[in-house]
């Protein structure tokens, strides 16, 4: 089981440009999702899914597109980036246990905007 | 929306010293979860908690959920240098239906000097 697997690990991107970040799961888990993680905020959920074909937004949308066509993959799209897109990227996914979603962590993309 | 306040913000210890940090919120969660994420990797899940007043151990590490369920707290016994890291604390309220909110706090930086 290789578990969530995230690439690029590292990106340098210029500001306007779009990218894709990939997330992949092995665990036919249903529930899939991104955060951020920047200095002093923890980490904030971007977007979310509840299954194949169902996405939602989280704490801080604006910026990034997700689809869900597959159980098993989560892309996160920056359509024009911006140097507040900064950040290191984590995906997740997880199964729920007693009602709760415990999620598992992708090993993170660095991305520099410049 | 809910809010985990999660202190100390950051610890220096030497090694072979307990460690314990915590969690407080004025909302009240179901579940309590605790991660570590070692540098340059995502968060790995610790131990998760259901019950008010549960009390879990793994290893040198113990957290419990609060009584009134509104707090949570993580011990280390004994540290050694590879408990470096940040700890997250996070938690699960309920948001209607069959749906959960999950929330994390800012992360609890340890340094653990040999």
């Known amino acids: 089981n290789a578990g969530v697997t995230q690439t690029p690990k590292f990106q340098v991107l210029k500001t306007g440009q779009s990218m894709t970040l990939q997330c992949a799961q092995d665990?036919?888990?249903?529930?899939m999702s991104w955060y951020r993680q920047d200095p002093g905020m923890g980490l904030r959920l971007i977007h979310y899914?509840?299954?194949?074909?169902?996405?939602d937004q989280g704490e801080v949308p604006n910026g990034y597109n997700v689809s869900r066509s597959t159980t098993e993959d989560f892309p996160l799209r920056l359509l024009s980036a911006a140097p507040s897109q900064t950040s290191v990227y984590f995906c997740?996914?997880?199964?729920?246990?007693?009602?709760?979603?415990?999620?598992?962590f992708g090993a993170g993309s660095r991305l520099t905007v410049l | 929306g809910q809010q985990l306040n999660q202190s100390p913000q950051s610890m220096f210890i030497q090694e072979g010293e307990d460690v314990s940090m915590n969690c407080t919120s004025s909302?009240?969660?179901?579940?309590w979860l605790w991660y570590k994420q070692d540098p340059g990797e995502g968060p790995v899940l610790l131990i998760a908690?259901?019950?008010?007043?549960e009390l879990t151990s793994n290893g040198r590490l113990t957290a419990q959920f609060g009584i009134t369920r509104k707090d949570s707290f993580l011990n280390i016994s004994a540290s050694i240098p590879s408990d470096v890291g940040i700890y997250f604390c996070?938690?699960?309220?309920?948001?209607?239906?069959?749906?959960?909110?999950?929330?994390f706090g800012k992360g609890t930086l340890l340094t653990v000097n040999p």
């Open positions: 899914s509840v299954g194949a074909g169902i996405t």
């Open positions: 908690l259901y019950k008010a007043g």
């Open positions: 665990m036919n888990h249903e529930y």
């Open positions: 996070a938690g699960h309220t309920y948001s209607g239906g069959s749906n959960y909110k999950l929330t």
């Open positions: 909302s009240i969660f179901n579940t």
């Open positions: 997740a996914s997880s199964y729920s246990s007693n009602g709760a979603n415990v999620l598992t």
